[in-house]
């Protein structure tokens, strides 16, 4: 088992986990190294330093493979995708990048936060990517377009963000002491996690996504359980195509005009575990594009499964 780490000296320095012995020092970068990630692989090492500059490094020699050139300051955190294909850095210059480890090549500039990207992290099944920024924000992006999906509003800095192997939760690490967990998919604030006294700068989940970590400036890692956090069974989520879907994200119940305001989808509405579950819409205005989604009787819908795939809705 190895450790890679960046310094303030310049390099990138590779460790024996059980020995503490320097395995090698990876020399190349002009400034300080303020982030450093192992590809899943294990085969490659990607750093990013404050010359502006992302590297890709040849874990078992040291050896410069690529210099990744876009950014046009700091680049302040990096991270492999799970497959080791893709790289993702964030910089001082507001933007978040997505590159080609094999060609070096950017595939993707992520535009939209308005201060320094501190974080970036790449969905376990590489389709998106959290970012956390100091215009207190995390952002969701989709990977392959570098669309935003979904802006996570806080009241800080946020200097570290993770995503959980499943895809469902996200957890931020802010310069006001705080640790916040939230939905993936609706983007609604779970749970606040207290106890740290000054700015958090790590957090990571585990790799069941039911422990959190986090590392602070007040000296103290700490570890939370947090399995019961957002009772996913009873939530439903608002697409951004105005669909009502279930928590998973792979059944489609019904659509909603956007004027709609919806309260949170925790106390609205119970999407039932069983087969089926009844909606009462007696004094219910259904929009425009209600055809696509129910056939009205009594004022009555049915939810339920009838065949494979998406859930259909039925008369009753």
């Given at each position: 088992?190895?450790?890679?780490?960046?310094?303030?000296?310049?390099?990138?320095?590779?460790?024996?986990?059980?020995?503490?012995?320097?395995?090698?020092?990876?020399?190349?970068?002009?400034?300080?190294?303020?982030?450093?990630?192992?590809?899943?692989?294990?085969?490659?090492?990607?750093?990013?330093?404050?010359?502006?500059s992302?590297?890709?490094?040849?874990?078992?020699?040291?050896?410069?493979?690529?210099?990744?050139?876009?950014?046009?300051?700091?680049v302040?955190?990096?991270?492999?995708?799970?497959?080791?294909?893709?790289?993702?850095s964030?910089?001082?210059?507001?933007?978040?990048?997505?590159?080609?480890?094999?060609?070096?090549?950017?595939?993707?500039?992520?535009?939209?936060?308005?201060?320094?990207?501190?974080?970036?992290?790449?969905?376990?099944?590489?389709?998106?990517?959290v970012?956390?920024?100091?215009?207190?924000?995390?952002?969701?992006?989709?990977?392959?377009?570098?669309?935003?999906?979904?802006?996570?509003?806080?009241?800080?800095?946020?200097?570290?963000?993770?995503?959980?192997?499943?895809g469902?939760?996200?957890?931020?690490?802010?310069?006001?002491?705080?640790?916040?967990?939230?939905?993936?998919?609706?983007?609604?604030?779970?749970?606040?996690?207290?106890?740290?006294?000054?700015?958090?700068?790590?957090?990571?989940?585990?790799?069941?996504?039911?422990?959190i970590?986090?590392?602070?400036?007040?000296?103290s890692?700490?570890?939370?359980?947090?399995?019961?956090?957002?009772?996913?069974?009873?939530?439903?989520?608002?697409?951004?195509?105005?669909?009502?879907?279930?928590?998973?994200?792979?059944?489609?119940?019904?659509?909603?005009p956007?004027?709609?305001?919806?309260?949170?989808?925790?106390?609205?509405?119970?999407?039932?575990?069983?087969?089926f579950?009844?909606?009462?819409?007696?004094?219910?205005?259904?929009?425009v594009?209600?055809?696509?989604?129910?056939?009205?009787?009594?004022?009555?819908?049915?939810?339920?499964?009838?065949?494979?795939?998406?859930?259909?809705?039925?008369?009753?």
């Amino acid at each position: 088992m190895r450790i890679v780490s960046g310094s303030s000296d310049n390099s990138v320095r590779v460790w024996d986990a059980s020995t503490g012995v320097k395995l090698k020092k990876l020399k190349g970068h002009t400034n300080r190294v303020n982030s450093v990630a192992f590809s899943r692989d294990g085969t490659r090492i990607v750093s990013g330093s404050s010359d502006n500059s992302v590297r890709v490094w040849k874990a078992s020699t040291g050896v410069k493979l690529k210099k990744l050139k876009g950014h046009t300051s700091w680049v302040n955190s990096v991270a492999f995708s799970n497959d080791s294909t893709r790289i993702v850095s964030g910089s001082h210059d507001h933007s978040v990048r997505v590159w080609d480890v094999l060609t070096g090549v950017e595939m993707k500039e992520l535009k939209g936060h308005t201060s320094w990207v501190n974080a970036v992290a790449f969905s376990g099944d590489g389709t998106q990517v959290v970012s956390g920024s100091s215009d207190n924000s995390v952002r969701v992006w989709d990977a392959l377009t570098g669309v935003q999906l979904k802006e996570l509003k806080g009241t800080n800095w946020v200097n570290s963000v993770a995503i959980s192997s499943d895809g469902t939760r996200i957890v931020s690490g802010l310069s006001d002491s705080s640790v916040r967990v939230w939905d993936a998919s609706t983007g609604v604030e779970l749970k606040e996690l207290k106890g740290h006294t000054r700015s958090v700068n790590s957090v990571a989940f585990s790799s069941d996504g039911m422990q959190i970590v986090s590392g602070s400036d007040d000296k103290s890692v700490r570890g939370w359980d947090v399995p019961k956090i957002g009772c996913k069974h009873l939530a439903w989520n608002l697409a951004d195509t105005n669909w009502i879907i279930s928590s998973e994200g792979q059944n489609h119940y019904m659509w909603v005009p956007q004027a709609v305001k919806l309260a949170p989808p925790f106390t609205f509405l119970i999407i039932s575990r069983s087969p089926f579950g009844i909606v009462e819409f007696r004094r219910s205005m259904i929009g425009v594009d209600w055809v696509h989604c129910y056939t009205p009787c009594w004022n009555r819908l049915v939810l339920g499964n009838p065949t494979a795939g998406d859930d259909h809705i039925v008369s009753n």
